[in-house]
């Protein structure tokens, strides 16, 4: 166990006059480490310190740089599932958990959200005034990791990703000055945070443009395996059809779930005109033997909760995006399904959950982005309408998630050679769902890796939020 006589690192937090500092065995410490969404991400940092303004985060910030020798994690909501994006075993965790406040400005319909808030506190604040953000579609994440990854939302079809409607950043730079990132001030660190991730400073306040918003209707509806065909179908065609049709949302799962040990397929449809049953929904709408329909009228943020993952697991996730085709889908789950039962012969105790998850990724998202000034991501080179395919593994055990690690980066690597060797191959890589064996920073084209190296370069000159806060995704490791 580490103590404040072992750690000088925390000490001179201490004597910095930084308050809210927690070592090991103390219960905020234990009940922050646990509250990580993945069991794999719980480790043991030296100390957690938890400010309270940005202020605060750049006294930290300068403390630990200058006066310390040890590295140290930044934690928003703390839902990214591999060891070390958001934490450390050596070192400190700066957890932003305190500032988790958002504040509407009717005049503009401007949302400032702190950034460690969780979606389901923003939606929550925003409800009474009848609007709404372009923020996660599960209730937990962390508003700053999902930002600063680009962010899919239930409005991407209408409104483009996430940081598309992100109109300024708080940023505590490395030199401990706190600066505003927009389209008018400091404009190449506004958008090189569309997608760059942790590789210029913290983001304590994220500015998003707000928007009136009804009700939603959505829910989840399951169905069995043996409709697989028809469902592929008509994600097919509703990828196509996004266009046509921008106010809808659909994301479905073949999920293992160990209490019925099977796959069951589970679809969660939303419509953000809270219009019932759309025509763009008929063929979804069509696939016969329904297990099970939640479909209602609700607010965005229960809607969201409802998507909630179950927790408690160590995980190993990846995402890769591919042509929107029929045969590229089909195999695809055709080795989630192998995947699955060669998991089942070797699992100990039969206790894990595998999500395989279709997203639509239609060119209509990418041209939003473009109208609104452009992101990191660069999804507008590609011409054709694309599905990013997801696969999330649940498992007990560090062996098991070792295994399943290797296992996952096989798997990962089948469907992106079939997807090449059928002209179906698509380069992004979606950041917030990589694993640390990708490299989704590397998929953004030339152009966006080159502006966000040069955008690190020019406000963390030292190479800070490089070699001393190492997790996530680094420019700097970018070959």
Same mark, same amino acid.
């Given at each position: 166990?580490?103590?404040? @006589? *072992?750690?000088?690192?925390?000490?001179?937090?201490?004597?910095?006059?930084?308050?809210?500092?927690?070592?090991?065995?103390?219960?905020?410490? #234990?009940?922050?480490? /646990?509250?990580?969404?993945?069991?794999?991400?719980?480790?043991?940092?030296?100390?957690?310190?938890?400010?309270?303004?940005?202020?605060?985060?750049?006294?930290?910030?300068?403390?630990?740089?200058?006066?310390?020798?040890?590295?140290?994690?930044?934690?928003?909501?703390?839902?990214?599932?591999?060891?070390?994006?958001?934490?450390?075993?050596?070192?400190?965790?700066?957890?932003?958990?305190?500032?988790?406040?958002?504040?509407?400005?009717? *005049?503009?319909?401007?949302?400032?959200?702190?950034?460690?808030?969780?979606?389901?506190?923003?939606?929550?604040?925003?409800?009474?005034?009848?609007?709404?953000?372009?923020?996660?579609?599960? $209730?937990?994440?962390?508003?700053?990791?999902?930002?600063?990854?680009?962010?899919?939302?239930?409005?991407?079809?209408?409104?483009?990703?996430?940081?598309?409607?992100?109109?300024? &950043?708080?940023?505590?730079?490395?030199?401990?000055?706190?600066?505003?990132?927009?389209?008018?001030?400091?404009?190449?660190?506004?958008? @090189?945070?569309?997608?760059?991730?942790?590789?210029?400073?913290?983001?304590?306040?994220?500015?998003?443009?707000?928007?009136?918003?009804?009700?939603?209707?959505?829910?989840?509806?399951?169905?069995?395996?043996?409709?697989?065909?028809?469902?592929?179908?008509?994600?097919?065609?509703? =990828?196509?059809?996004?266009?046509?049709?921008?106010?809808?949302?659909?994301?479905?799962?073949?999920?293992? %779930?160990?209490?019925?040990? %099977?796959?069951?397929? =589970? @679809?969660?449809? #939303?419509?953000?005109?809270?219009?019932?049953?759309?025509?763009?929904?008929?063929?979804?709408?069509?696939?016969?033997?329904?297990?099970? $329909?939640?479909?209602?009228? %609700?607010?965005?943020?229960?809607?969201?909760?409802?998507?909630?993952?179950?927790?408690?697991?160590?995980?190993?996730? &990846?995402?890769?995006?591919?042509?929107?085709?029929?045969?590229?889908?089909?195999?695809?789950?055709?080795?989630?399904?192998?995947?699955?039962?060669?998991?089942?012969?070797?699992?100990?105790?039969?206790?894990?959950?595998? /999500?395989?998850?279709?997203?639509?990724?239609?060119?209509?998202?990418?041209?939003?982005?473009?109208?609104?000034?452009?992101?990191?991501?660069?999804?507008?080179?590609?011409?054709?309408?694309?599905?990013?395919?997801?696969?999330?593994?649940?498992?007990?055990?560090?062996?098991?998630?070792?295994?399943?690690?290797?296992?996952?980066?096989?798997?990962? #690597?089948?469907?992106?050679? &079939?997807?090449?060797?059928?002209?179906?191959?698509? #380069?992004?890589?979606?950041?917030?769902?990589?694993?640390?064996?990708?490299?989704?920073?590397?998929?953004?084209?030339?152009?966006?890796?080159? /502006?966000?190296?040069?955008?690190?370069?020019?406000?963390?000159?030292?190479?800070?939020?490089?070699?001393?806060?190492?997790?996530?995704?680094?420019?700097?490791?970018?070959?």
């Amino acid at each position: 166990m580490i103590s404040r @006589a *072992d750690n000088s690192s925390c000490a001179t937090l201490e004597s910095a006059g930084l308050k809210n500092i927690y070592y090991p065995g103390n219960d905020i410490y #234990e009940n922050r480490t /646990h509250s990580y969404f993945s069991v794999s991400a719980q480790l043991e940092p030296y100390c957690i310190v938890q400010p309270t303004s940005a202020e605060e985060v750049a006294r930290i910030v300068t403390t630990l740089s200058r006066g310390t020798t040890r590295n140290f994690a930044i934690r928003s909501g703390g839902h990214t599932v591999w060891p070390g994006a958001s934490n450390t075993d050596n070192g400190v965790t700066i957890d932003l958990g305190r500032m988790n406040q958002t504040t509407f400005v009717p *005049d503009t319909k401007v949302a400032q959200v702190q950034a460690g808030s969780r979606w389901r506190e923003v939606y929550g604040a925003l409800e009474p005034y009848g609007v709404t953000v372009t923020g996660g579609r599960t $209730s937990t994440v962390g508003v700053a990791g999902f930002l600063t990854g680009g962010g899919n939302t239930f409005y991407a079809g209408r409104r483009g990703f996430g940081c598309d409607n992100v109109i300024n &950043y708080e940023v505590v730079l490395a030199s401990g000055q706190i600066v505003n990132a927009n389209a008018t001030e400091n404009s190449d660190l506004f958008r @090189a945070l569309k997608g760059g991730s942790a590789n210029f400073g913290i983001v304590t306040r994220f500015d998003m443009q707000a928007f009136d918003a009804p009700e939603l209707w959505g829910g989840l509806v399951t169905y069995p395996k043996s409709t697989t065909p028809q469902h592929i179908a008509a994600y097919v065609n509703w =990828t196509n059809n996004v266009v046509n049709y921008q106010d809808g949302s659909a994301i479905t799962f073949w999920t293992y %779930d160990p209490k019925v040990k %099977d796959v069951v397929i =589970t @679809a969660a449809y #939303e419509d953000t005109t809270g219009t019932v049953a759309a025509p763009a929904f008929d063929e979804f709408m069509a696939i016969p033997d329904q297990t099970s $329909s939640t479909m209602r009228i %609700d607010t965005h943020r229960n809607l969201t909760v409802e998507l909630e993952l179950t927790s408690g697991y160590r995980n190993v996730w &990846y995402a890769i995006t591919f042509k929107n085709d029929v045969r590229l889908v089909t195999k695809a789950l055709d080795l989630h399904k192998q995947f699955v039962d060669d998991w089942k012969a070797q699992s100990p105790d039969g206790d894990f959950i595998c /999500h395989g998850i279709l997203q639509a990724i239609p060119t209509i998202f990418s041209k939003h982005s473009v109208e609104k000034g452009g992101n990191m991501l660069g999804l507008d080179r590609e011409t054709d309408n694309a599905i990013m395919f997801q696969v999330q593994l649940m498992v007990n055990g560090v062996e098991q998630e070792q295994l399943g690690r290797e296992r996952m980066v096989a798997f990962r #690597e089948a469907v992106k050679q &079939y997807s090449i060797d059928l002209g179906g191959g698509v #380069e992004w890589e979606y950041l917030n769902y990589a694993d640390f064996t990708q490299d989704p920073l590397s998929t953004y084209g030339e152009k966006n890796i080159d /502006h966000i190296r040069e955008v690190a370069a020019k406000f963390d000159p030292t190479g800070v939020f490089q070699t001393r806060m190492p997790g996530g995704f680094k420019i700097s490791k970018v070959a």
